[in-house]
């Protein structure tokens, strides 16, 4: 049984939604005696909204094509239709288990454009580094959760999860929002951090680096795990550079490219961190960079606490800082009685400011940058075009989980059935991200 979004036309053919000729493979695959299974779009295994249509013989794996668009948003087409602040608030929702780091590659794009990248205050940059390595141990952990469960490993659902909550609760406190935050924002960040916020990250830096020796104490020495990790979807570096993956599973190939070290940004090359490798090249390898990943960022988040100065976390220019220095009412609903008082009783040209900035928000210089960040699942790059107006004209994602995808075939034809999960869940594809 399948899912597919399927069309039949006048001569009575099924096409599936790449526009192959559905009889025709099966057809085909009847003449040879071979076998064709649409394994998904489902929960879990193929991540809810990914299809694979595999060809076997047997148990192995003879061909694989991967079927996407399922879950598309239009996301990118909807940018060009906000203004370049609002931009935050569709992005974040693109890879919905990193928005953190969809949204600073975006800032990053949009401070490029405007050429404002050194005025950008000591403090938004550490808090945004902070922000960055809390969501990066918090994606591992999903990946970890649900490739578990994907295995076998129950028990690492539940702990996966619950870590996750706690972040998930301190990025509610500086936010006001758990997922799709639109924090950070061009310029610098929605709002500053709080004493709480603060201290809920000290607390999460003292318990859990036992809990990330507690999940390998689980999974590691089983053997279970080891049988489905070990020597599985192997792809080597060479293999990883010609279909140009990145993240993780590069770096579980044993090449150390990590953009944080290589083209550091956001003040990173300030920080002492390692990047963990691998030479295992296998689904093993790249839990194993994973995990000792989430031990790195913890090494970050403590380093961003400590350098933690108070100051102003929004450029000085009011064009652009104004979303975030605006004055909220006391309801936390509106805008507060003061500024209510200046714009229509004080002063006209406030007004008009005021007015010019809700309808049409700041002018962008003509241009176009592409800016590259250092994602959970690899590089996450933005191609963003400006015509000089108060909206983007073009942007665009390199979005790690799309291109990662490629590589399935590579890492499951001549393997078993088995482990095509294995291999797909080790890429830990986001399909928000993928299908943006």
């Known amino acids: 049984m399948t899912y597919a979004k399927e069309r039949k036309t006048t001569e009575g053919k099924v096409f599936t939604v790449t526009g192959g000729d559905w009889d025709t493979i099966v057809e085909e695959a009847g003449a040879e005696e071979r076998i064709v299974v649409n394994m ?98 918090s994606s591992h952990l999903v990946w970890l959760a649900t490739t578990g469960m994907e295995l076998g490993a129950l028990s690492m659902m539940i702990y996966g999860f619950r870590e996750r909550e706690y972040i998930l609760d301190i990025f509610e406190l500086a936010s006001g929002l758990r997922m799709n935050h639109a924090y950070i924002r061009p310029g610098g960040l929605a709002q500053d951090l709080n004493d709480e916020t603060i201290a809920r990250i000290r607390d999460f830096l003292k318990f859990m680096p036992d809990r990330i020796d507690t999940y390998e104490d689980l999974l590691s020495g089983n053997v279970i795990w080891q049988e489905r990790t070990q020597g599985v979807a192997v792809l080597d570096v060479a293999g990883c550079l010609a279909l140009g993956i990145t993240g993780p599973v590069l770096r579980s190939a044993g090449l150390p490219w990590d953009l944080r070290k290589t083209m550091p940004y956001s003040g990173y090359e300030t920080y002492d961190f390692d990047v963990p490798t691998s030479t295992d090249a296998d689904v093993w390898g790249r839990y194993q ?44 609903l509106g805008n507060s009685l003061e500024h209510v008082a200046h714009i229509m009783g004080q002063s006209m040209e406030a007004l008009i400011h005021h007015f010019k900035l809700v309808t049409e928000g700041f002018r962008v210089p003509a241009g176009q940058v592409y800016v590259a960040i250092e994602a959970p699942r690899g590089e996450l790059g933005v191609h963003a075009v400006s015509d000089g107006g108060t909206r983007p004209y073009r942007v665009h994602y390199r979005e790690p989980s799309f291109v990662n995808l490629q590589c399935i075939p590579a890492m499951a034809e001549g393997g078993l059935l088995a482990d095509v999960i294995a291999g797909g869940a080790s890429l830990d594809p986001v399909m928000g991200g993928c299908d943006r």
């Not at 399922?70 to 203004?83: A, P, S, V, W």
Request: charged share 25%; proline share 4%; hydrophobic share 40%.
């Open 40 to 137: 998904g779009p489902q929960h879990p295994s193929t991540h809810g909204v990914l299809r694979l249509v595999l060809e076997l013989e047997g148990e192995t794996v003879t061909d694989a094509r991967l079927v996407i668009g399922y879950l598309h948003t239009g996301i990118e087409k909807n940018l060009e239709y906000r203004n370049w602040t609002q931009g935050t608030t569709f992005v974040t929702r693109m890879d919905y288990l990193a928005p953190m780091f969809n949204e600073t590659g975006y800032c990053l794009a949009v401070e490029k454009l405007l050429g404002i990248e050194d005025q950008i205050t000591q403090r938004a940059n550490t808090i945004r580094v902070l922000m960055m390595e809390l969501n990066r141990i």
């Open 289 to 332: 960079v994973r995990i000792n990943e989430m031990r790195q960022s913890l090494r970050i988040v403590e380093q961003a606490l400590d350098r933690l100065e108070p100051g102003p976390i929004m450029v000085a220019d009011k064009k652009i800082a104004w979303p975030a220095q605006l004055a909220i009412g006391s309801d936390g």
